[in-house]
């Protein structure tokens, strides 16, 4: 394994005079990180990871304690995944974490999105405040991570955001309109948000339906999600073209979760198959890109 020799003020804890000399070994050092990933689909992706992938794996929570208790279990299984507090929601927690993982490794080479959040069909919380706290941990904090972890993607990285067949579903529901751009090879990061917020508008006003909205608000998040990873993929093949980067999104199935159903036919493990086989997809591999995947299977959008 190569090394690189850092001088810094006092990253390792050993000082001489005012700068210190560490010799540092893990720039060369694989790393994958999972959001919301101390429970449920999330840990399942990590117990997948540590056994296929050469490299550090994170778990990250909001919750430290959490997230601890969630290494002890993969430990107990004789795996070694790492802890590192984020939450997608708190911009300054994504910029730590950022400078910490480019600072240990310079870069991340997977990434996948999957912290995320619902209601319950039967929670009577008021339409428009679900749609809020959805879009803004589903859409807003993943669109957040990519726009801090993007940039430090290594050559060869995969990065996979976890959507639902609901994006396809409620995408059915649009208005003409709304589809059209959804589904347009020109649509920019900056219109697209611009329609997650008028979305969040015409939802608190209750009158998403008659503006061309399904009347599901995690459907839209989950719309949000595909799309970016779309505008992603085209993006990066643009602006870095040898660097064999591939995003994507993907439906983990119906997942027996603290989210959905005890009734869901996917254990966790199950679920976490595709996410894992996107992260993994061998060197050098050219497709999927920006496309939205189940099973296995691209799907049409």
Known sequence: MSSNLIISG?????????????????????????TGSN?????????????????????????????EEAVKTLNSEGLKPKFHQLDINDLNSIKTAAAFFK???GGVDILINNAGTAFKASDPTPFGVQAEVILTTNFFGTRDM?????????????VVNISSMLSVTGLKQCSPELQQRFRSEDITEDELVGLMRRFLDDAKKGEHKQHGWPDMAYSVSKIGVTVLSMIHARRLSKERPNDGILVNACCPGWVRTDLTSPDAPKSPE????????????????????????????????
């Open 103 to 105: 600072g240990k490794y």
């Open 10 to 34: 006092s990253t390792c804890g050993f000082t001489h005079s005012c700068l210190s000399l560490c010799l540092c070994t893990d720039m060369s050092t694989k790393v994958a990180v999972v």
């Open 146 to 158: 990519s726009t801090h972890f993007l940039p430090m993607i290594r050559a060869g990285g995969r």
């Open 39 to 67: 429970k449920g689909i999330g840990l399942a992706i990590v117990r997948a990871l540590c056994k296929q992938f050469d490299g550090d794996v994170y778990i990250t929570a909001r919750d430290v304690g959490r997230g």
């Open 270 to 301: 199950e679920g976490a198959i595709t996410p894992v086989y996107l992260a993994l997809l061998p060197p050098r591999t050219k497709e999927p890109q920006g496309k939205f995947l189940s099973d296995k299977e691209v799907q049409p959008w």
